[in-house]
């Protein structure tokens, strides 16, 4: 009944094999078992045998058993080729669903850590294997995914095609990626015209490419793939928006202005609209702010460098600036006359309510109704400026506010 028993748990999808003994060795389970089958197949020509030549001992490694690592200490024979035009004299049998040729471990067992590295690779995946009982570092996890066989995908319909780093900056190769399962489906050495081409053309089928807007893969999609159409993906798209963004804002940095305080506002009493102040002072310049300050520091050093005789050209060369960064800075005798912009000091309808909205806004109430809830002027102000603007351009600049989780968005 016991025999039943085990041979039923560990070799329960396996024939041929007789389980002899079950032992506790220390933190191990040692199942002594034999192959029994009457012949075997030479895996040089598939011709069978039965003449034995030796026996010797395996010992593979099997899925734990209540905590403890369990080693297949078994008994294997190698039997004589029968073909005499075969390359192999002799071969070893294998246990079907069991053994692998050259393989440490069960079958079972190895189908276990091929699911554990594919889902937690290196690592993570030596720990989990630890914590199972089971023997494999993470090298061990990495050479399975490497041994595991290329996996057959069909020819996408639309296909992602993006550049990635071998080594940022200098080496780079190509995934491709099907957009409708979002899985890869190749990846490429290089990311130049020829190789994608040549992997369009060997894969007809694509319908749609969808690229960033470099020439290599445009052109590669009209040699490989003529009929295929041609979009730009999501992500490039919300890159170039940010891009384009960040040069504007960085372009007009001197025009925007600084809140009227850093700190969180005090409890707020009932409105009394008697005691909102005016805004700053319209015309003047930012008088704090990195690049105020960067654009004073390189004033101060240009006109430094003007005194002692040097040109444009010495002076742009040794502070590392452009030539006509210089030339602005050494045109105006002071850097407040670079620091006042076209919109710098606007005055605006809301600037006797700015104090009011400020603390509406740390209080988070970030919408125009909310703001303006408690005092009529406001309400109005607000109404009108939100026609044609945002709390953004009208002065207010969220990005320096300590905005609530919960709020909504600035813009109205
Ligand atoms: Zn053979």
Aim: net charge positive; hydrophobic share 40%.
């Amino acid at each position: 009944m016991g025999d039943v028993f085990l041979a039923d748990l560990w070799c329960h999808q396996v024939e041929g094999v007789l389980i002899e003994d079950v032992l506790l060795d220390g933190e191990f389970v040692v199942v002594r078992a034999r192959a029994v089958a009457e012949w075997a197949g030479c895996p040089g020509c598939g011709v069978v045998s039965s003449r034995v030549h030796s026996r010797y001992v395996r010992r593979l490694a099997e899925s734990a058993a209540g905590g403890r690592r369990v080693v297949i200490e078994l008994r294997v024979r190698r039997f004589h080729c029968r073909e005499p035009e075969c390359a192999r004299t002799t071969f070893v049998e294998q246990v079907t669903g069991l053994t692998f040729r050259y393989g440490r471990r069960s079958v079972a067992l190895q189908a276990v850590l091929e699911k554990v590295a594919l889902m937690l690779a290196g690592r993570a995946g030596a720990r989990l294997a630890d914590v199972l009982a089971v023997a494999a570092s993470r090298s061990t996890l990495l050479r399975l995914i490497r041994a595991l066989p290329e996996p057959v995908t069909a020819t996408p319909r639309v296909l992602g095609v993006d550049e990635f780093a071998l080594r940022k900056g200098h080496v780079y190769a190509t995934v491709l990626v099907d957009i409708e399962t979002r899985r890869p489906v190749d990846l490429l050495p290089d990311r130049s015209v020829s190789t994608v081409a040549e992997w369009l053309t060997g894969h007809p089928g694509v319908e749609m490419i969808c690229r960033d807007r470099s020439f290599a893969y445009a052109e590669a999609g009209r040699i490989g793939a003529p009929d295929a159409v041609h979009v730009a993906d999501r992500w490039h798209i919300w890159k170039n928006l940010a891009e384009a963004v960040e040069k504007t804002v960085v372009r007009h940095r001197a025009l925007l202005r600084e809140p009227h305080f850093q700190t969180p506002a005090p409890v707020l009493e009932p409105l009394d609209t008697t005691r909102l102040q005016a805004g700053p002072s319209a015309g003047q310049p930012r008088r704090s702010g990195r690049h105020s300050d960067r654009i004073r520091e390189q004033h101060a050093a240009v006109h430094a460098l003007l005194d002692q005789g040097l040109g444009l050209r010495p002076i742009a060369r040794q502070l590392g600036l452009a030539r006509n960064t210089v030339r602005r800075l050494a045109r105006v005798a002071s850097a407040d006359d670079l620091l006042v912009g076209r919109w710098t000091g606007r005055t605006s309808i809301l600037d006797p309510y700015k104090p009011y909205l400020h603390h509406r806004w740390q209080e988070g109430c970030t919408t125009a109704a909310a703001c303006s809830k408690n005092s009529a002027n406001a309400a109005t102000a607000v109404a009108r400026a939100s026609s044609n603007a945002t709390f953004g351009n009208c002065g207010m600049r969220s990005r320096t506010m300590t905005r609530p989780a919960r709020s909504r968005p600035c813009g109205m």
